[in-house]
């Protein structure tokens, strides 16, 4: 059974494993005898990089729920980094100085898709961050610990944030963020995280970074 979760706007995540984690949502036709050609040729080969991008366009056109979206999305990563894990060594060292790198996978004019691979620094931490759109990280190598947050407005103060739960994610696990899910990442023990991570259309002027002592929320 696969390990995916999925971060809500409460701080509050909820366990999406299914015990079938390959769906195919590739748009198909049917041949002269109505049968799928599509579910067939898809089977026989490797689920490369491009076929994972064509089914992910496939749910965002067909699915309009961002938390719907993402339990249709996680058994996708998954047999995308199964079966080409060349992509689990495609990545950029980090700079010792900046602690962390990223790596686009795929990129072309009007693509309203992120994919990347990302490395974090034993010791390092992200700032506390919503995305400002849904997200997906797989991870690959190391363990991060993930902090959820919750807001928790008061009259002189609303972006008053509060810590609702934690959770250590290990490799073959995979987290789902809602574009307003809040939270932060810490590197775990003295191995570097590697992660997969992809993410939506973002819209900047929802995406904030959060202080919890002062209160505010500043663009991310």
């Not at 990223?102 to 009007?110: A, F, G, I, N």
């Not at 991870?139 to 609303?158: C, Q, Y």
């Not at 992660?195 to 663009?219: C, I, K, M, S, W």
């Amino acid at each position: 059974m696969s390990k995916d979760f999925l971060v809500m706007a409460s701080g509050k995540y909820i366990n999406c494993a299914v015990d079938s984690p390959v769906t195919n949502v590739s748009s198909s036709s049917s041949d002269s005898n109505g049968s799928n050609s599509s579910n067939s040729s898809v089977g026989k080969q490797p689920y490369r990089l491009y076929r994972f991008l064509t089914d992910l366009e496939n749910i965002l056109d067909q699915v309009k729920s961002d938390e719907l979206r993402l339990k249709r999305i996680f058994p996708l990563v998954r047999r995308l980094l199964t079966e080409s894990d060349w992509l689990q060594g495609e990545f950029r060292e980090p700079d010792p100085d900046l602690g962390w790198s990223v790596l686009t996978l795929y990129e072309e004019p009007d693509f309203p898709l992120t994919v990347q691979t990302v490395v974090w620094l034993p010791g390092r931490h992200s700032p506390i961050h919503n995305h400002g759109t849904w997200g997906v990280v797989a991870v690959i190598n190391g363990a991060e610990r993930n902090r959820f947050w919750h807001r928790s407005p008061e009259p002189k103060h609303p972006d008053r944030i509060e810590l609702v739960d934690e959770r250590v994610l290990v490799p073959g696990e995979i987290i789902g963020f809602t574009p307003e899910a809040i939270h932060s990442v810490e590197v775990i023990g003295e191995t570097p995280t590697v992660t997969f991570n992809l993410y939506g259309e973002t819209d900047f002027q929802q995406r904030f970074e959060f202080d919890p002592v002062t209160h505010q929320a500043t663009g991310f």
